[in-house]
């Protein structure tokens, strides 16, 4: 993590973490490291670049909080099996008023847990979108001949 944040080069970087125990081995090796949420205008300073590395866990930063123009790096710091949970708060910077691209990392060893983690991932996105695709075919033809038959009734009249 430590290479990430510098090849940052000075860009903020938002951490995520999944256990008090990373958590707390994070703030041991960068000790100036904000946890969010834990002053009242951490949103608002993040977003103004004055955070260098904010920590966040999924469940408590993956929802509802607009953080794109704080940063556009992100470090997975251990991985959750929750598909929804990974996307939306890679959504947190990866989302309409972001002007930069956005990079996210991940901390995985090989020969570990990590790697089943991200394929399941892959795997469950995979599927989520081949579901996903079906049901807007699916909807896309059940409303199209509704649609024309309105339409056609309408010339009719």
């Known amino acids: 993590m430590e290479e990430m944040i510098q090849e940052a080069a000075g860009q903020p970087v938002l951490v995520a973490y999944n256990y008090q125990s990373d958590l707390a ?3 041991v090796r960068f000790p100036k490291a904000e946890l969010i949420g834990h002053a ?28 794109q123009s704080g940063g556009n790096i992100i470090v997975w710091f251990g991985l959750n099996w929750s598909l929804e949970l990974y996307q939306q708060f890679n959504a947190r910077l990866h989302r309409q008023g972001q002007t930069r691209p956005v990079f996210i ?19 469950k996105h995979i599927t989520q979108k081949a579901l ?14 509704d ?10 009249e």
């Open 40 to 67: 009242a205008d951490t949103i608002d300073r993040w977003n103004t670049g004055k955070i260098p590395l904010l920590l966040a866990h999924p469940a408590s930063a993956g929802h509802g909080l607009n953080l």
């Open 25 to 27: 081995l994070i703030k």
């Open 132 to 145: 996903l695709d079906a049901l807007k075919k699916d909807i896309s033809g059940r409303l199209a001949p």
């Open 105 to 123: 990392h991940h901390l995985v060893m090989n020969d570990s847990i990590d790697l089943t983690v991200l394929e399941a991932l892959e795997n």
């Open 147 to 156: 649609l024309n038959l309105k339409l056609r009734g309408k010339q009719n």
